[in-house]
């Protein structure tokens, strides 16, 4: 893979369409539960295992066709979250270990994959910034449609936003695991800062 890849126009614009609409109307879609460096952004969490895929796409069925394409065959844990960013919103920058509340011993993820479902038109920033300790190795322009997938050992960070509208992307976390630490990963759950939802 190199340090990442990139897949233009990987999805039809109906279908990113009806996925912006279903992760906007979502109940679940509040004040992001990500750490500190996620400033100003939204979103929600589905962490599950491989063993759980089914009952993934049986509650997000919008979800189905980002995952056929997206999720590696040799990964067996998985850290999903929409991330809405929005004018003055950013990412600091960070290395993925969201499993890490889980099991305090996992490493960072083999790969990251994002898609990007809605980019402003007007966007200004944005852009997803990739870096190894001593350089950076990517600097990746958010388009519609584009699936990025990037090593879960690089340091990453989103430029600030400037923009009348939302700048909407589905990022997944994919892990694998031992057996030890596969055991203390949920099968399912979905992690929100939304009230008045059941999960």
């Known amino acids: 893979m190199g340090y990442y890849t990139e897949r233009e126009q990987v999805f ?10 279903q992760i906007q109307a979502s109940p679940y879609l509040a004040v992001n539960n990500l750490n500190r ?6 979103g929600f969490s589905v962490v599950f295992r491989r063993t ?13 066709p980002y995952l056929d394409v997206a999720l590696l065959p040799d990964c067996n844990a998985f ?5 809405l960013l929005k004018n003055g919103s950013r990412v600091d920058p960070h290395i993925d270990r969201s499993l890490r509340s889980y099991c305090k011993t996992i490493d960072p993820p083999s ?19 990739l870096r190894t300790p001593r350089k950076q190795v990517g600097q990746i322009l958010p388009q519609a449609g584009k699936l990025v997938l990037f090593q879960g050992d690089l340091t990453h960070s989103v430029r600030a936003v400037t923009s009348t ?6 990022v997944c976390e994919q892990y694998c695991l031992d057996e030890k630490e596969l055991s203390d990963i949920p099968e399912l759950t979905i992690e929100t800062r939304a009230t008045r939802v059941k999960i």
Request: no cysteine; hydrophobic share 45%; glycine share 6%.
């Open 12 to 21: 039809e614009s109906l279908y990113l369409s009806e996925l912006q609409g």
């Open 79 to 83: 850290y999903l979250n929409p991330l």
């Open 111 to 129: 790969a990251v994959s994002v898609l990007y479902v809605n980019v402003p038109t007007d966007l200004d920033g944005g852009e997803l910034i």
């Open 165 to 170: 509208s939302s700048r909407l992307s589905l």
């Open 52 to 64: 759980a895929l089914l009952e993934v796409i049986r509650r997000f069925p919008w979800f189905r």
């Open 37 to 42: 460096d996620f400033v100003g952004t939204k």
